[in-house]
């Protein structure tokens, strides 16, 4: 999630309107850069299948920085942009990796119901976001603060036990990242073309996040 506060710090400001030609080119650009993503996502959490958690750590803190150099690129150079996003696909893969070979182990039946929840979840809001006509930005600006509250919460269970801490964690983080998805694919409507990377990093992460927290609570773990 610390990725995703990243991501969303370079889209804070209001929505305008696009004429429609143009929504529908950013629509099939970002989301043919979100397939893609996912797609080194996939590769990447398989060759780093025998990682162990150190090791995905450090591949996550690379992620992290190729997606802060997405914020810095996108006004100077779409190639670099692109090719950094790339990057942190494949990185993000390889730092999640340890985590689904986890869950493959322990409760495979867990990452199926996951990944079909996390479909159906995101189909849901995206449409909402995207036929929504009315300025979200105010919730752009609430999810942003919930998400920040919500990673405290993560950071001081990590030292007090609260009962069912992780299943109140994970369901809030569902209801923030709700916020989120609706305002990423509305904001599919009104960015210009040249944001696409930015905006597929953003959807992909609502994506991962949302799975991951399903994952979280069909398998009942706090890991």
Known sequence: MVSYVLSESAFYGG??????GRTRTLFGQTMGYVAATAGLFALGAYLGRGLSYGL????????????????????????LTVGLLAAFGLLIGLATAPTLLYYA????????????ATALFIAGFGAVGYATQRDLSAIARLSFLA???????????????????????????LVIFAGFTVVDFQRLRSKDIGSAPLLAASIFL????VFLFF????????R
């Open 105 to 116: 182990d322990a409760n495979p039946q867990a990452l199926w119901n996951a990944g079909g």
């Open 56 to 79: 995905g750590f450090a591949w996550f803190v690379a992620a992290i920085a190729c997606l802060t150099g997405m914020n810095f690129a996108v006004r100077r150079s779409s190639q």
């Open 215 to 222: 994952l979280r609570i069909f398998s009942g773990s706090s």
């Open 147 to 173: 998400l920040i509250a919500l990673i405290v919460f993560g950071v001081v269970m990590i030292f007090v036990n609260i009962p069912s801490g992780w299943l109140i964690y994970s369901v809030i983080g």
């Open 15 to 20: 929505v305008s309107a696009a004429a429609p």
């Open 206 to 209: 609502d994506v991962l996040n």
